[in-house]
Each structure stands twice: as structure tokens, then as C-alpha cells.
């Protein structure tokens, strides 16, 4: 069965840490761009991290950059997401996207011609 499935989400404290994973199974994750989004209610969905799977080079959102971390691990086929400092407005419902490449436009990540999502996400609360 093909599926990819996020987890890792929870009620975490301003300043605190989480780690996201987005698990394969039935496919290789080392085929695909992965790609972090976040949506949160009345907001746009917005592309935070971004790893390619040709070079491994990755791309992060402005406002995590330095305080999250996208890597990849090729033997569990899963890409993570660390999150540190997580501050409140980080909080939303993350899902991982595959596409061919991480596609860049005005500095934004956004979907790309091959972007799919999967699954409903994992939801991140910021909350003391």
C-alpha cells in the first residue's frame, strides 16, 4: 500500500522542540522532493522547508530558518522536520508533499507541477 503519513505534532511550550516525520511506505522517498507546508485557518497555505532529493539541498522559510532543521533518513525512507525555538506562530497543521523538485518563486515555496500531498497532517499547538 502506498502511503505517506505525517506524525510528530503536539501541544509544545514557546521555546520548545518537536520533530515532525514523514513516513513512506510503498515508494521511495529518495525519488521525490520533499517538502514541509503548514496551513492555519483564514491563512494561506505556506511552504516552510523544502529538501531535493537529486543534491540534498534544502530551502527553509525566512521566519525558521536557523531554528529548523529538514533532513532526510534513507534507511527508515522518512524526512524529518526538527523544530527548535518553536515560537506560537509556527502552529498550524503540517503535511509533507512530494514533487519532482522544490520549486522556488520569489523567494516562496510552492507547489510544483508534480506536488501531491497525502495525508491530513500533523498539527503543531504553541501554547504555555
Known amino acids: 500500500q502506498v502511503q505517506l503519513v505525517e506524525s510528530g505534532g503536539g501541544l509544545v511550550q514557546p521555546g520548545g522542540s518537536l520533530r515532525l516525520s514523514c513516513i513512506a511506505s510503498?515508494?521511495?522517498?529518495?525519488?521525490?522532493?520533499i517538502g514541509w507546508f503548514r496551513q492555519v485557518p483564514g491563512n494561506e497555505r505556506e511552504g516552510v522547508s523544502c529538501?531535493?532529493?537529486?543534491?540534498?539541498?534544502?530551502y527553509y522559510l525566512d521566519t525558521v530558518k536557523g531554528r529548523f532543521t529538514i533532513s532526510r533518513d534513507t534507511l527508515k525512507n522518512t524526512v524529518y522536520l526538527e523544530m527548535n525555538k518553536v515560537k506560537p506562530e509556527d502552529a498550524g497543521v503540517y503535511f509533507c508533499?512530494?514533487?519532482?523538485?522544490?520549486?522556488?518563486?520569489?523567494?516562496?515555496?510552492?507547489?510544483?507541477?508534480?506536488?501531491?500531498?497525502w495525508g491530513p497532517g500533523t498539527r503543531v499547538t504553541v501554547s504555555s
Open positions: 510503498g515508494f521511495s522517498l529518495d525519488l521525490y522532493a
Open positions: 508533499a512530494t514533487d519532482r523538485w522544490c520549486t522556488i518563486q520569489s523567494g516562496a515555496l510552492r507547489p510544483g507541477p508534480y506536488f501531491h500531498t
Open positions: 529538501i531535493n532529493n537529486i543534491n540534498g539541498s534544502t
